[in-house]
Structure formats: C-alpha cells, structure tokens
C-alpha cells in the first residue's frame, strides 16, 4: 500500500491519501481523542503523540498537529497507523458511527435563501476545499449574516478568514444579495 501525502495551506495539517476510499458519502471530524471513539482509524491515528486533530473525506485523512510536534518525527508514525488500519480490514467506522452530511437544517421565512446558500457551497465552495483537506458547511443564517463550521485543515488555517471574507463572502453575495456577511461558527 502506497500512501501519498500533500501539504494544506494550514501548516499544522497534513492530508494523508491512502489510494482507497476513506467513506462512502459526507465528511467526519474529530476535534480530539475522545470525539474519535465511532472511528477505529481515527482511534488509531490519536495514538502517535503530537496528533491533535483527525478529520475524514471520501478519499483522504487530513492529521492536524500540535505546536509542539514536528512533522519530520510524526509524519511515519501516522503513515505506519494508516497503513496497519487498511491491513487490518477494520471498519473507518464502527458501529453505529456514521459521516456527517455536512449542512445544518434550516426551515422557515428563509428557506429559498439558505437552499441556495447550500447548493453554491456544495457546488462550488466544498469541492474547493476538499483540495485542501478540509470542509466547510452551513451552520445558520439570520439577517443577512451566513454562519458557517470549518472543519479539517480549514478549522485553524492561517488564511481561512481570507478565504471567508475574500471567497466565500463574495462568492455567496455575488449570487445571492440578501446575503451581507459570513463569519466563521466554532463546532
């Protein structure tokens, strides 16, 4: 098994490409050790020291880092865990462990709104920033302001308020004139 690996714009996370499917449909986050207990991957990846964070994509792993570790000393150990995860047959998810569609639900006066909000982000933004290693997906509107979770090599990213403001924000203004403003949600 080969696995390559490519650098994100965040420099604290790594995207991991195992050349296998990772999930089926949608994305998973895990924040820390203890969100990863529904993934048998990801449980594993948290046993290298100096992993911080894990998040899935349909074909990647994205392993962000603590300010202390140092990719050249933890980079094989994650390797040698993917690896040893794929050989194994383990499930990416165990049990009930399911990915995340991504979009908070949204009904009410602003319902035509947000369906379009939606569809430009699955369009045009996610596959973009999946690229990337990460993902980004609606959270809320409300007068005129489009909330919005960033997850994977997004959540921390030097540039992501760069990309909200200058990318996203205009992208979705552009298209959609009751939107004024987008701000970042944490999880």
């Known amino acids: ?3 390559q690996t490519e650098s994100t714009p965040n420099p604290a996370t790594l995207k ?3 050349g296998q499917t990772v999930l089926d449909l949608g994305t998973a986050d895990f924040p820390s050790a203890d969100a990863a207990s ?3 991957l990801a449980s ?3 046993t290298v020291p100096g992993v911080q964070a894990v998040f899935f994509g349909t ?3 994205t392993v962000t880092k603590a300010d202390t570790a140092n990719w050249d000393h933890i ?4 390797l040698g865990a993917v690896m040893e995860h794929y050989q194994s047959g383990a499930p990416v998810m165990a049990g009930e462990g399911k990915a995340a569609g991504g979009h908070a639900e949204h009904s009410g006066e602003d319902a035509d709104i947000v369906k379009q909000i939606k ?3 699955d369009t045009r933004v996610r596959p973009a920033v999946a690229q990337d290693g990460g993902d980004i997906t609606f959270h809320g509107f409300d007068r005129g302001v489009v909330y919005l979770h960033m997850q994977g090599a997004c959540a921390g990213c030097p540039s992501s308020t760069l990309t909200l403001k200058m990318g996203i924000e205009n992208l979705l203004r552009h298209y959609i004139p009751e939107v004024t403003e987008v701000r970042p949600v944490a999880a």
């Open 1 to 3: 098994m080969f696995i």
């Open 119 to 121: 569809e430009l982000l």
């Open 44 to 46: 594993r990846i948290f």
């Open 59 to 61: 074909d990647f792993v």
């Open 75 to 78: 980079k094989p150990a994650i």
């Open 16 to 18: 991991f490409l195992p």
């Open 38 to 40: 529904a993934s048998p």
